[in-house]
């Protein structure tokens, strides 16, 4: 899309799932863009890289010779990164095109910066047509091609550098019809619309209650495109009632500097993705509320750097800093949707999901939880015939779907209960136009186009098979909602996800509080006016930060990290205690997948729900 300001991919109303979006570059580089002064990301080989894998691995599997012994960046860089000696010859190559080098700890990303121009004669930068759209195809000399994973965020044209421009869409503002009740007291406000409802359903009650309420961690937030209003969090956890300082809160911008992001914001306003971060760190820290939170501020005002790059650069600037015990978020640029990856990329989707694995792959070494949303949008993060999703499926990464919590209400004038816990899906709160165009709300769920089944999730019954009902058909552009659905089952391959859910609908859902200019046109001028907004909203994207909360609070409790979840969680899973509630009722579906009487996992709630007090003491025992 051609807007400066990538906003969050609205999938239903009131409902988050960051879709972040890049811009397409301009049909040619114009001089003024050569001289820009950008940064790209040049992912390098493990020369190590089965025993990187297997050291991953072992650092969560009792018995094995690595167990808990996690590692620091310097670590990984002298067992697992590219030599000094081999980086010191990219430093050189680059130098020589008058581009500086910047070697992230772990000595497996670097980041390079300068001109466009330069950087464009460095990598023999030239678009070419692919199978989905455009590429940049980019060369290197030999003995430095063979040790690169992917180049991200290198166009060979691009658009000048510009300010946000007075042409916006009513989509760069959400509006939702749901308020919370202000006038309840904070104990009944934080159970009713806050994430005490969280800590309550899922059982973390009893591990807070022992006096685990995250001190001495520190909850890493990854966003993109935007900033967040500190005010505004502390307003919204006063309200719950915990603890507000504003000192639990640390930003890092990754991309541009502070004074430059602050520029900017005065510019675009109050967007969807401010209020998607504001959510984030209001969540995360109100389930861990002696936590710190480390808010991850990805952003180039001027547009020199595209969102493929600054997305990754974000989490690689959090994992080789090692400074967060977990890391969540709800954004992504369309690692699995090549409708929605920018075009002209010098990075192909596949070496971008491979760049993911490497930095998550010295997260897990590390012993750094990580934690990503499931999606909105059932099977279709963007309107399509076939099955597409945004976010990472990384093996190292925690996916976190959502549930729809038991209730009764009315909706659009009509009746609507939930007996019992079941997957999230949600087409009878929309408008018949909002379906047939996509705006529908259910978990993100099914199998991975990039990553293969993981050794943790082969023989769990439910993994690789699946049952499912179409509900919806998409043809010429629309979707069509089918009056008799019907049931098919069978098989597939590819890494399985969700992992874990937990509550997302919006109607059963959560308070968020933000404030910013919203910005409208008036006689060709961008002007704003001041608003001050509570909403119920819902989305993976507030039950996923409250699963790093969760993670910190149980990390607080014990002598070391808990590290990446998914090869020990499937093992208990598999256990006569299991800590989770398999949600595997047929009629419990995603607007597709559904559960599978039986069986351990479902494509659309992965394992299940958490029971936190038992989950806690499985992770403790070890």
């Known amino acids: 899309m051609k807007k400066l300001v990538a906003t969050i991919a609205m999938l239903g109303a009131g409902v988050f799932a960051g879709s972040v979006v890049g811009s397409a570059p301009a049909a040619a580089a114009t001089k003024k863009a050569a001289k820009l002064t950008t940064s790209i990301n040049v992912v390098l080989t493990s020369p190590n890289d089965q025993a990187f894998t297997d050291y991953a691995y072992q650092t969560v599997t009792p018995g094995a010779a690595n167990y808990h012994q996690y590692l620091t960046p310097n670590q990984v860089a002298a067992q697992f990164g590219q030599s000094k000696k081999n980086v010191n010859r990219f430093k050189a190559y680059f130098k020589k095109h008058h581009l500086t080098t910047t070697v992230y700890p772990g000595n497996l990303v670097l980041r390079v910066t300068g001109t466009h121009a330069n950087l464009v004669k460095a990598f023999s ?270 093996p190292y990464v925690t996916i976190v779907g959502g549930t729809t919590l038991p209730f009764q209400a009315t909706v659009r004038g009509q009746q609507q209960s939930n007996p019992a816990e079941t997957a999230w899906a949600d087409i009878s709160s929309m408008s018949a136009k909002d379906v047939a165009n996509g705006k529908f709300n259910a978990s993100g769920g099914g199998f991975s186009a990039l990553n293969p089944t993981p050794p943790y999730q082969l023989g769990v019954p439910g993994v690789n098979t699946f049952r499912a009902i179409n509900m919806l058909t998409y043809s010429k552009g629309k979707f069509t909602v089918q009056k008799n659905p019907q049931v098919s089952t069978g098989t597939a391959s590819g890494r399985n996800f969700p992992d874990v859910a937990g509550n997302a609908d919006v109607r059963t859902g959560y308070a968020v509080y933000y404030s910013g200019k919203q910005m409208t046109v008036k006689g060709g001028k961008l002007v704003g006016k001041m608003t001050k907004t509570w909403s119920v909203d819902g989305g993976t994207s507030f039950t996923t930060p409250q699963m790093a909360g969760a993670n910190a609070v149980m990390n607080s409790a014990m002598s070391h990290r808990i590290g990446m979840w998914n090869p020990q969680i499937y093992q208990f899973a598999q256990q006569l205690d299991s800590p989770f509630n398999v949600l595997d009722d047929p009629t419990s579906t995603n607007l597709y997948y559904t559960g599978q009487p039986g069986k351990l996992y479902n494509q659309a709630t992965g394992l299940g729900t958490i029971n936190f007090t038992k989950l806690f003491a499985k992770f403790n025992a070890q």
């Open 125 to 394: 930068a030239k678009l070419v047509k692919a199978k989905t759209n455009q590429r940049t195809r980019v060369r290197l000399p030999k003995q430095l091609s063979n040790k690169t994973v992917a180049v991200i965020g290198l166009y060979a044209t691009k658009k000048d550098g510009q300010k946000a421009k007075a042409k916006r869409s009513d989509t760069d503002y959400p509006k939702f019809t749901q308020k919370p009740n202000l006038n309840l007291d904070t104990t009944a406000f934080a159970k009713q619309y806050g994430a005490a409802k969280f800590t309550s359903q899922y059982q973390l009650d009893s591990v807070t209650g022992a006096g685990n309420t995250g001190a001495g961690q520190r909850i890493g937030i990854i966003t993109t495109n935007t900033d967040i209003n500190v005010g505004d969090v502390q307003t919204y956890w006063r309200k719950v009632g915990v603890n507000a300082a504003a000192s639990r809160i640390t930003k890092y911008y990754t991309g541009d500097s502070k004074a430059a992001v602050g520029r900017y914001n005065k510019l675009t306003g109050l967007t969807g993705n401010q209020i998607e971060a504001s959510l984030d760190v209001q969540q995360s820290g109100e389930v861990a509320p002696d936590a710190h939170i480390d808010v991850y501020n990805a952003v180039s005002s001027d547009a020199t750097e595209e969102v493929d790059q600054q997305h990754y650069n974000a989490f690689t600037q959090a994992i080789s800093s090692n400074r967060d015990q977990q890391l969540s978020t709800s954004f992504s640029p369309g690692i699995e949707n090549p409708k929605l990856f920018s075009t002209g990329t010098s990075e192909s989707i596949q070496q971008y999901n491979a760049a993911f694995n490497q930095i998550f792959r010295q997260a897990a070494a590390q012993g750094i939880s990580v934690f990503t949303a499931s999606g909105d949008n059932g099977v279709w993060a963007s309107p399509a015939k076939t099955q597409n999703h945004l976010f990472s499926t990384s």
